[in-house]
DNA sequence: TCCTTAGTTCAAAACTTATTGAACAATTGT
DNA sequence: ACAATTGTTCAATAAGTTTTGAACTAAGGA
């Protein structure tokens, strides 16, 4: 089972920039930002919102193309879409998160650190 | 007489980027910086949309920081305020309007060339 | 003064987005 | 099989945005 996705060339610049001038999933995307690299699901954003507000708001990011979701078990792993961003609109995504960075410090998100067992 | 601006300090991320996120004002956005330099008033956008729908829309524009106006008779010039958005969110402004020149072509916006008397 | 030009303001309508809780589906562990 | 975990969907509501026309203000020119 997968998830929707835009392909490349069906991301659209207004769009992109209005699902990313939404307080809430900026902070969903500077979060997958600091953790480039890390897959995420949805319950590491929890502090942002709740469960079902989460759902709604990554489904935009999803569908605008700003991140992509991999379905693993009963979770969806999270990623930013940076190599198409950044092909499609070179910089755009960096300025964003840098000054994401400046504009608001990073909430106390996430505190569920992956345990090793002892 | 003047209009109300915010400082450059007051200007908000995710409020630039909404801001942004409207074919219509980004499309006045890229026309500004093709144009940038020459100070436009609101009936060169025409094009783009109503008197009063412009109005709105510019008014957004300008309380979001992104455009700043002066009062010159009964015009107002528009211009971008590129000095503060690249010293508040470098590079940010730059690739949106990269972006925006990719994405759609220039509308046939303008044609009041300035006339020179005869 | 009167008319035109440039743009704003107001109120209404139409539309879109965000948020919530309850119910649901699918997977995983016991 | 049962329960817990993870996340979605649905319907409702609340809230905000866009668009419109009519009425308005202010400046400039005849």
Redesign the interface.
């Known amino acids: 089972m997968t998830l929707p996705h835009p392909t490349a060339d069906q991301i659209?610049?207004?769009?992109?920039?209005?699902?990313?001038?939404?307080?809430t999933r900026?902070a969903i995307v500077r979060y997958l930002a600091s953790k480039e690299g890390v897959p995420l699901n949805c319950s590491q954003f929890l502090d942002l919102g709740s469960k079902t507000n989460l759902s709604y708001h990554l489904a935009k990011l999803r569908e605008a193309g700003v991140t992509r979701a991999e379905v693993v078990g009963t979770s969806r792993l999270i990623t930013l879409r940076r190599d198409d961003l950044d092909a499609?609109?070179?910089?755009?995504l960096?300025?964003?998160i840098?000054?994401?960075v400046?504009?608001?410090a990073l909430p106390a998100v996430g505190g569920h650190e992956v345990e090793m067992p002892a």
């Open positions: 659209s610049l207004p769009n992109v920039l209005a699902v990313l001038g939404d307080p900026l499609r609109f070179p910089g755009l960096d300025s964003v840098a000054a994401a400046d504009d608001t």
